[in-house]
């Protein structure tokens, strides 16, 4: 995974990851993240540049749904790749976060 | 059949990856099952690194192999850590459940015995040997 670039603007951080959320890079992605968290109640995270998600990544995602949940906001992922959205609806992800199709261009 | 042997490090995913990639490459494998293969790669190597050696570590081994008709990818990933079968523990499927109430284990393992279309495991000679199958 290359460099994430993060925007916070009124509480929404917006991250823009890059490459693989995988075993290997997710735990360096959940150390980033939380230095940027400080009066966050709302993540928006785009996965156009994202490959693929392995359960290390969906792990760090399932923890920050429930810490927005609690401030009471939530998280949402946008421009996912149908392979991703596969892997997704296999786990049951779908329910659980916000999930915008690449597709569906804003 | 190829193979790669590394030492089982966080560090060696990126390139166990590649070695994999390049395999499916040569087979004109499509993107959306490269990634299904990538994912249980990423899942099974991860699995090793963190279990095969306890708090030290060893080599680990990435076998491709392939059968034709229908044209099939089999990867074998071996260590010689203690002996484990992946297969034997319980899973219970939690995918119905709010995302509080999930447990975190599991999750991985769920995820390549759906996309794959078998996997297998035998310890033999001291080696834990975890085989998938994928058709392409």
Do not use: W
Not at chain 1, 41 to 60: P, Q
Not at chain 1, 74 to 83: A, D, I, K
Not at chain 2, 53 to 82: C, H, K, Q
């Amino acid at each position: 995974m290359s460099a994430t670039v993060y925007e916070k603007t009124n509480g929404v951080l917006r991250v823009y990851p890059e490459g693989r959320l995988d075993t290997a890079t997710s735990p360096a992605l959940e150390r980033e993240l939380h230095q940027h968290l400080e009066g966050v109640t709302d993540i928006v995270m785009d996965f156009a540049k994202v490959e693929y998600i392995s359960s290390g990544g969906l792990r760090v995602l399932l923890a920050l749904e429930q810490l927005m949940e609690e401030r009471g906001g939530g998280l949402s992922l946008t421009h996912v790749n149908e392979n991703i959205i596969e892997i997704f609806e296999l786990v049951g992800f779908m329910e659980v976060v916000k999930v915008e199709r690449d597709s569906e261009r804003e | 059949m190829q193979e790669m042997t590394v030492s089982a490090t966080m560090d060696q995913i990126g390139p166990v990856t590649e070695f994999v990639n390049t395999q499916l490459a040569q087979l004109a494998c499509p993107e959306r099952i490269r990634i299904q293969v990538d994912v249980a790669v990423d899942e099974l190597f991860g699995n090793i690194v963190r279990y095969a050696y306890g708090s030290g570590t060893g080599p680990a081994t990435v076998r491709v192999d392939v059968e034709d008709e229908p044209l099939r990818v089999i990867i074998s990933f071996v260590d010689n850590g203690v002996p484990y079968d992946p297969l034997s523990a319980e899973f219970a499927d939690t995918t119905h459940l709010p995302a509080k109430e999930r447990p975190i284990g599991g999750l991985g393992l769920y995820m390549v015995k759906k996309t794959m279309d078998d996997i297998s495991y035998c310890y033999r000679d001291g080696q834990n040997i975890l085989t998938i199958r994928k058709s392409i």
